[in-house]
């Protein structure tokens, strides 16, 4: 269950290294999609209108079993509407299973929108702070790791100056490092390594590296198969919902373009 | 090491999807642990509202007190209401009012609506209700200012009855919250909710004493402003305030009631309806 990398990395006071970081059971994921615009209170009051909207369901995964080890890193693979993105809300806790039980330790950080939070107006602190807590941080906590912030963002003298002032690298920079100031224990990944400049990708790169050392699990979601072999010791294929095959990096991606291919 | 191993995966998960207390309790619990995000949250509101706009702290303040000159005018000499601490009836009422209507709709278009950030980083939901409602709060602390000011100069003797104020503002926050998550609930379900709400929120201001005195209103229309909630929440705020007495203990009472209830049935509503959300698309 635990990669040999990760019992390499991880310090032996590390106790939650003995079990799965994530736990999903027998999972089954159902949206609920409005074929209508919702209808109009008025017209319900007035009895013209039957109860409940036209609703379509669509069943994005179907019986998903998976355990992550703390410290492992899995590479999320498979076509456009495989059910990727939600096995990754899923971990993220903003959606719960339909079916099934999912089962998370520790703090899980999104690296998948980084800048979503900030706000153009606010100074570089100020967003800060708020990017920290929204990753559910106490305040004192990010307080006691902003000189590394800035430092790892590298904006200097613009901390106090207001964000629309930034360039764009930097804001990106400031994103990745609020986002991993402090140590998460679960990081999830959905292509979001493919902006800012080579350095900053090295950089970030590193980081990443940094925390996987210190016992981090990583959840890689990406159509780049180069880079799931790269950071990935074991993938996972999704197909229509379902788990397709998981292994070692190397043989899941070649079945899969191998089948491509074909 | 084995029983190590054993022991430690008896400890329960820090998320598990199958432990669910009661959502309420859970929200609740929630909320706690992010209490420094709701505070960030404040903050930015307050900052970004006042950062550019050109008069600043002032725009909160003087928007009522211009609606409280027109309307005294108005009310003085055309309806020739003789009571000269008429203004600042006035400008309490509506500060009060004011803060009910616009938390209640800014909150239910955001806890309708969401945001795409929902979808990627986890959040009690209510953290930005709450966040919103603080915001309300602070506006209407900072707008009491020019209320204060206006009593002094129209010469209204002050007391040790203010502390009740607090009180009313506790219980209209409470309700505000109830009236803003419940249609927020039901602004999913319906389109026309927030458009209807506007429509009811203009005849529900003209039935509680905002702008007139209670006692223009004829003997056998008093029970539709007695039954309303908001004639209560103002009352217990303009009573301690303009005529240094202590609102009435049956009235309060029936305030706090009201806030309570409201306040619990909109948590209700929207906890155990948050999850069902994040699957409609």
């Known amino acids: 269950m635990i990669s040999p990398r990760a019992s390499e990395a991880v310090p032996a006071t590390t106790v939650r290294a003995t079990r799965p970081a994530v736990v999903i059971d027998d999972v089954s994921v159902c949206y609920r999609l409005r074929r209508e615009p919702p209808g109009s209170l008025r017209a319900y009051l007035l009895g013209r209108q039957r109860t409940g909207d036209a609703i379509v369901e669509h069943e994005a995964l179907r019986g998903v079993s998976l355990a992550i080890a703390a410290g492992e890193s899995l590479g999320i693979i498979g076509s456009n509407g495989s059910g990727k993105t939600t096995l990754l809300r899923l971990i993220a806790r903003v959606l719960r299973p339909t079916r099934g039980r999912v089962r998370v330790d520790g703090r899980v950080v999104p690296l998948l929108d980084l800048v979503g939070g900030f706000h153009p107006e606010l100074s570089g602190r100020d967003n800060i702070l708020l990017n920290g807590t929204l990753f559910g941080l106490a305040r004192r906590d990010i307080d006691a790791r902003l000189d590394r912030i800035v430092d790892f963002a590298e904006i200097g003298g613009f901390i106090d100056a207001p964000l629309r002032t930034y360039s764009a690298g930097m804001v990106l920079r400031l994103g990745f490092a609020v986002a991993t100031a402090t140590e998460p224990d679960v990081l999830v990944i959905d292509e979001a390594l493919g902006v800012g400049d080579e350095r900053f990708q090295r950089k970030c790169a590193a980081r990443i590296d940094d925390l996987r050392r210190h016992g981090a699990t990583f959840v890689l979601v990406s159509h780049d198969l180069h880079s799931i072999r790269r950071l990935c010791s074991r993938a996972l294929w999704l197909d229509a919902g379902q788990i397709r095959a998981s292994g070692p990096a190397a043989e899941v991606t070649g079945a899969y373009l191998a089948e491509h291919d074909a | ?281």
């Open chain 2, 1 to 281: 090491m084995k029983r190590t191993a054993d022991a430690l995966d008896a400890r329960e998960y820090d998320y598990d999807s199958a432990r669910r207390r009661s959502p309420m309790v859970e929200e609740v619990v929630e909320l706690r642990r992010y209490r420094d995000l709701v505070r960030q949250l404040v903050t930015r509101n307050i900052k970004v509202r006042y950062q550019h706009s050109v008069l600043g702290v002032g725009w909160s303040v003087l928007s009522p007190l211009l609606t409280t000159a027109v309307l005294s005018l108005v009310f003085l000499t055309l309806f020739r209401q003789t009571a000269p601490d008429y203004p600042a009836y006035l400008l309490s009422g509506l500060l009060l009012w004011n803060f009910f209507i616009q938390t209640t709709s800014t909150m239910a278009v955001e806890m309708a609506g969401g945001t795409d950030l929902w979808k990627r980083v986890y959040t009690p939901r209510t953290v930005y209700a709450i966040a919103t409602l603080a915001t309300g709060v602070v506006h209407l602390v900072l707008a009491m200012v020019p209320l204060v000011a206006l009593m002094l100069w129209l010469g209204i003797p002050t007391g040790a009855a203010w502390i009740a104020a607090p009180f009313a503002i506790v219980c209209v926050a409470l309700f505000a919250l109830g009236v803003g998550l419940t249609l927020a609930v039901l602004a999913v379900r319906f389109r026309d909710v927030l458009d209807l709400y506007q429509v009811v929120a203009g005849a529900w201001m003209y039935l509680t004493p905002v702008i007139y005195p209670r006692s223009i209103v004829p003997e056998r229309y008093q029970w539709l402003l007695a039954l309303n909630p908001m004639t209560w929440f103002i009352e217990c705020f303009r009573l301690p305030l303009l005529e240094n007495t202590m609102p009435d203990p049956v009235m309060a009472g029936l305030a706090l009631t009201a806030a309570l209830g409201t306040a619990g049935l909109g948590w209700w509503a929207f906890t155990r309806s948050a999850d069902d959300l994040a699957t409609r698309l």
